[in-house]
């Protein structure tokens, strides 16, 4: 890789924004579903037709908002306009995502939800993409500095995880006789959102001079070239982009099977609830150790063996949670190590998606870059909506029912539905990424380092023409 530029100074400024968004999304994340099922009354299967119609709504937003990123013109520049706009918007879903409205018609608790988990996550798409738009902008063609960048970024959401496990059920349990259950979820959640506010207004100061701005003659650069159906192809023709984006969607459907059922888990089949915050504040402080040592391991690997090394470790740990059964111990070690292991290819970030933009633009002369960048976090809404919907549907489809006992037929179910079958995917999206994937590391600087030279041949050009 080439030589680093970045200060660390510039690189932590800019990782402290993953630590807040990190922070903020994890509540509604975690505990939406257990908090719309047991906490306002709504049935399992009402709540799972919910969030997939919001997450199908926030996927499609996710698909087109890189075209809508790349062809509007806001007043703050391109990227920066997103993050200072919307970050208070994403305030007011979290109040809507966990107001107690458990004596409301289920018609308005319903609606109520869908507002606040739909609003979070279509206003958490443009502002994850601006964000990283801003990555390749600050760093320009250094891949080093870019894969420093998403390592810190990494390396703070890990922190931020950490203080969101250890903190958040104890919090709701100390909150909860004093306000009531679902307002102890509404206030924590508030609480964590507001690092949120100065992280955005942190990336916006230091990529001010980096981002473009929108007018034409204050350093801003001239309106796009690329059509919409240029966009549309840079998805449909780009096959590396096509390979990463499956493999990362197969994973994410995935996780968030798991990660829906994690509340379930400790709630039913350990009958602890309290013990889920130590269980993820082990994990953790394990992830925390990783960020730090697995990025160098990934590293070293290149991002392909990178991925395909932390997909079949974490399949592994999957389906090991199958013969942990109801011991919080064993699948706190095994979770754990699988989300040790992803730290291999998770530092690498959005790099992924950028090298498949540069091996785009080297190979057509299309700037679809934005659009690529744009891609990343749809696997993420597509594992929201399917795995999500897997595991809510999963859960009426094996018997349960709201605060129900809990027999060895039903532990076996639901084992299979959280361990078996993630663990099979995810060994799958491990044989695409391997079979499919041909970007080397060396090819991807090399993209790189020729479209900076050829924009700064076109940029020199244009100037010369107007002097």
């Known amino acids: 890789m080439t030589e680093k530029s970045l200060s660390k100074s510039q690189v932590n400024r800019y990782g402290f924004y993953f630590f807040a968004s990190s922070l903020a999304a994890m509540v509604q994340m975690t505990y ?43 007043p703050w520049g391109k990227y920066r306009s997103w993050l200072l706009i919307l970050r208070w918007v994403i305030i007011f879903s979290l109040v809507c995502s966990f107001f107690d409205t458990s004596s409301w018609p289920l018609a308005f608790r319903i609606g109520v939800s869908f507002i606040g988990y739909m609003l979070m996550n279509v206003s958490m798409s443009f502002t994850t993409n601006a964000y990283y738009g801003l990555g390749p902008a600050l760093a320009g063609a250094n891949l080093s500095d870019r894969f420093r960048l998403s390592t810190r970024g990494a390396q703070f959401s890990c922190i931020a995880m950490l203080i969101f496990s250890a903190c958040t059920i104890p919090l709701v349990t100390l909150l909860s006789p004093i306000v009531g259950g679902g307002n102890a979820y509404l206030a924590v959640s508030v609480v964590f959102a507001i690092p949120y506010i100065f992280g955005c207004r942190m990336v916006s100061n230091l990529c001010k ?47 968030y099977i798991f990660s829906n059922l994690g509340a379930y888990y400790f709630t039913y089949l350990v009958g602890d609830f309290m013990k889920m915050s130590y269980s993820m504040t082990v994990s953790m402080i394990t992830g925390f150790i990783a960020s730090l040592i697995m990025p160098k391991l990934g590293g070293r690997l290149g991002k392909k063996k990178a991925m395909v ?137 090399m993209y790189a380092e020729e479209n900076a030279k050829k924009a700064a041949a076109k940029s020199n050009l244009a100037e010369q023409r107007i002097s």
């Open 209 to 255: 001079d980096c981002d473009p701005a929108v007018r034409t003659g204050q350093g801003g650069r001239p309106v796009s070239t690329v059509t919409v159906m240029d966009m549309v192809k840079s998805v449909i023709r780009n096959k590396q982009l096509l390979v990463v984006f499956i493999s990362y969607t197969i994973y994410y459907v995935a996780l």
């Open 32 to 74: 939406v579903t257990i908090f719309m099922t047991d906490y306002i009354g709504i049935p399992t299967g009402i709540v799972a037709t919910t969030l997939l119609v919001a997450r199908v709504i926030d996927l499609l937003v996710g698909i087109i908002c890189g075209g809508i990123i790349e062809k509007a013109r806001l």
């Open 309 to 445: 090394t932390g997909f079949v470790i974490y399949a592994a740990t999957c389906a090991c949670l199958f013969i942990a059964g109801a011991s919080w111990i064993l699948y706190t070690l095994f979770a754990a190590g699988g989300g040790a292991a992803i730290y291999m290819f998770t530092s690498f970030g959005a790099n992924y998606f950028v090298d498949c933009g540069e091996y785009y633009l080297y190979r057509t002369g299309k700037d679809a870059r934005d659009v690529a960048i744009s891609m990343f976090s749809v696997p993420m809404k597509i594992g929201m909506a399917l795995g999500g919907a897997i595991a809510t549907y999963g859960l009426t489809f094996i018997g349960y029912q709201a605060h129900m006992h809990v027999d060895s037929v039903f532990q076996n179910r639901f084992l299979i539905l959280m361990g078996i079958l993630p663990a099979a995917l995810v060994l799958f999206g491990a044989l695409v990424m391997g079979i499919g994937y041909k970007i080397t590391d060396h090819d991807a600087q």
